[in-house]
């Protein structure tokens, strides 16, 4: 009747809802995943920095068929996200890649896929807490960023991190990850 294997389906969230649906499913013991990035917002008096969702409108969770159907029910989700008629999915590895990003949200922010450059060579980030990240390279003005694709929800992240933690690899065969300086 209904498919008992969990999947990580992406569902889209009503604006400025995902902190509060990651709340309400994780109360539900639902797998829950909502990556974050750091943010600098200046008012009139002061800066501050703030922790925000990664990509805005978007929610993960490992779900089989009957929970997304109750995740649907939950105050703040709008739909699950589907291509084609078909249910989008992230991969394990997807998902994994994003958790690695997490350990350093500070050096995080999201980008338009219009923003990746040309494809170059295969790297791996060797050093730090974002160690495991692979992407490709073009050199810019001294500073390296990661970008990450997440295709099925046409979004990017791009993450900060010195030259010398890159080292050259074969490219990703689960994620489409770019890495260049700026």
Same mark, same amino acid.
């Given at each position: 009747m209904f498919d008992?294997?969990?999947?990580w389906r992406i569902f889209c969230t009503r604006s400025r809802a995902e902190k509060r649906v990651e709340e309400s499913l994780e109360r539900r013991a639902v797998e829950v995943f909502l990556p974050k990035c750091a943010e600098v917002h200046q008012w009139k008096d002061r800066k501050k920095q703030v922790i925000l969702p990664l990509f805005p409108g978007y929610i993960f969770a490992h779900?089989?068929?009957?929970? #997304?159907l109750d995740v649907l029910t939950v105050d703040g989700v709008?739909? /699950? *996200? /589907?291509?084609?008629g078909q249910l989008c999915a992230l991969?394990?590895?997807?998902? !994994?890649q994003l958790r690695i990003l997490q350990q350093d949200p500070y050096r995080v922010e999201a980008v338009a896929i219009s923003q990746i450059p040309e494809k170059g /060579?295969?790297?791996t980030i060797n050093r730090g807490a974002?160690?495991? *990240?692979?992407? !490709?390279? #073009?050199?810019h003005r001294g500073l390296t960023h990661v970008v990450i694709v997440v295709e099925a929800i046409k979004q990017a992240v791009r993450v900060i991190v010195p030259a010398e933690w890159i080292e050259e690899t074969?490219?990703?065969d689960y994620l489409y990850i770019r890495t260049y300086r700026q």
């Open positions: 008992r294997s969990p999947a779900v089989n068929e009957r929970e #997304r709008v739909r /699950t *996200l /589907t291509m084609d991969s394990q590895d997807e998902i !994994e /060579t295969h790297v974002l160690s495991g *990240l692979s992407g !490709e390279v #073009r050199n074969k490219a990703s």
